[in-house]
């Protein structure tokens, strides 16, 4: 049983890669065109926009149906710092589409460098590069230009995946500094079974299950309120909704 389960998980594999370049190419590369060729100023509403036919296409096709609850927690007209928990490489690619509103991420700049993937990877992300300290000073600067044009911000503040056995690896102190900075609240998101999906501990392997991300109540920065108490705060709400809701 085990044997097969190893041999399913690979093939799987191997059909998700399909389905994903697949999708991809069908969906975005006339949005591509689109917005490059036609110099579009709208750009990162238009990919959040078509993202999310294609995930829902991709997920379709996988298995893997994605249950989103709490879009009700964005307030219209408002903007937010979205700060999502990190198992697997498939939280990336749900939850751009399933935040309502146009939104950017940060991300590593050497995913950029993917023929074709990099340029869709350019329009919904800023690019950091780790190793460079006048990068991450830099990012930090174009993460406060988002909100201000009115984009939310999301931020996976565990900083890579998480490969323990714990709920949550401890959170960086950036995504909470932007918080304190901007006076923007926090929507805490928690993403489920994504590691059963795309295990971090296995390579090309995939299985099929249903996936689920939480939207829980923005949290305002408190009056006087420090990053690092913000980060505490935050991080004792999502660790205790994470273990609650975990199945």
């Known amino acids: ?29 006339p949005f591509l065109l689109f917005i490059y060729f036609k110099k579009d100023p709208d750009k990162t509403h238009r990919f959040t ?10 997920l379709f096709l996988v298995a893997s149906p994605l249950k989103i609850k709490g879009r009700e927690n964005f307030a219209p007209g408002e903007n937010y710092i979205v700060l999502c928990n990190h198992n697997s490489f498939m939280d990336v690619p ?6 309502p509103g146009g939104n950017k991420t940060i ?19 800023i690019l950091v590069d780790r190793k460079s300290d006048i990068s991450r000073k830099e990012s930090f600067s174009k993460m406060k230009d988002v909100l201000k044009m009115g984009l939310h911000m999301c931020l996976y503040p565990e900083g890579t995946r998480n490969k323990t056995k714990e709920p949550l690896r401890p959170f960086h102190s950036g995504a909470f ?52 108490a913000l980060r505490e705060r935050v991080f004792g709400v999502m660790k205790e909704y994470y273990q609650r809701n975990s199945k």
């Not at 049983?1 to 590369?29: D, N, Q």
């Open 1 to 29: 049983m085990k044997l097969f389960k190893e041999i399913f998980g690979r093939i799987w594999a191997l059909w998700a890669a399909i389905a994903f370049i697949g999708t991809m190419l069908i969906y975005l590369i």
């Open 94 to 99: 749900i939850t751009t589409p399933a935040i």
């Open 49 to 58: 926009y078509w993202s999310q036919y294609w995930i829902k296409v991709f």
């Open 177 to 228: 500094r932007l918080a304190v900075d901007t006076g923007k609240s926090i929507v805490p998101a928690l993403i489920f079974n994504t590691r059963k999906v795309l295990p971090a501990d296995k390579t090309f392997y995939a299985m099929p299950h249903r996936v689920e991300i939480h939207f829980l109540p923005p949290m305002e920065v408190m009056e006087d309120e420090s990053a690092e």
């Open 107 to 125: 991300a590593k700049v050497e995913l950029s460098k993917i023929p074709l993937f990099g340029l869709l990877y350019k329009t919904g992300s």
